[in-house]
């Protein structure tokens, strides 16, 4: 995705704008497609950024103590 400086919000939003401007039945098919195509770069780029956040949250629980423990994590790019 181009967008990659969205935040999850922005991304989420413009989710949304997408999604309700496909329920208005007002585009064309191409359009209709185009739409459908970023709303799914939207999609998988949100749960791509919800997946990092849940393997920090991981890292930060594990602890062989069972206490929290905050550990670098590692990023990959």
């Excluded at 181009?2 to 413009?14: D, R």
Aim: hydrophobic share 30%; net charge negative; proline share 1%.
């Amino acid at each position: 995705m181009k967008n990659k400086k969205l935040t999850y919000e922005e991304a989420i939003s413009q989710l949304e704008g997408i999604l309700k401007e496909l329920e208005s039945y007002d585009c064309t098919l191409d359009e209709s497609m185009d739409k459908f195509k970023k709303g799914i770069e939207l999609y998988n780029y949100c749960n791509e950024l919800l997946s990092e956040k849940e393997g920090e949250i991981k890292i930060l629980l594990k602890d062989n103590n069972e206490e929290m423990t905050e550990m670098d994590f590692p990023v990959e790019v």
